[in-house]
């Protein structure tokens, strides 16, 4: 994770995630949306603890969003989820994936409430510093500054 955002590693917190049924799906966004730390230079390791398909609500990243500029707004407002770059990210149990904080990425409806757990790790680029202004917006930060993460 450090190579991939050339920097050390500043721990954020870590999260279980399910969709079961009559759970709302995941609109595009991007992690960096909430961030508290400036640049918003982070990581998520995304582990599944379930088969998660295109049936059950995967992941579906956009290739090369990390790239573009997006407006502050979840969701993106008027994001095309079909375009030539988004990818279904299909995986099995302890299968691993890790994206950039700039990554636009989503879920869909689930035709199939079959489980869909994940636990996701959160890390923010140690150089990047604290922006007091963000902090108010932020649900991780107090734990963090409280020293309460992991």
Known sequence: MKHLIEDNLAPDNV???????????????????????MPPSGVSLW??????????????????????????AYPLPGY??????????????GDAVIHGAKTVHW???????????????????ASSEIDPARIDNSRSAEEYLNGKTV
């Not at 095309?80 to 149990?93: K, L, Q, T, Y």
Request: charged content about 30%; some cysteine.
């Open 47 to 72: 582990i599944a603890m379930d088969q998660i398909d295109q049936n059950n609500g995967c992941l579906f990243y956009e290739k090369g969003s990390h790239k573009k500029d997006y407006p502050m």
């Open 107 to 125: 879920s869909k409806e689930q035709v199939d409430y079959r489980q869909r757990q994940a636990m996701v790790y959160v890390y923010w680029g």
């Open 80 to 93: 095309d989820e079909d375009n030539e770059n988004a990818m279904a990210i299909e995986v099995e149990p």
């Open 15 to 37: 999260s279980w995630i399910d969709k079961p049924k009559g759970v709302a799906r995941t609109f595009p966004h991007f992690d960096a949306l909430g961030a508290y730390r």
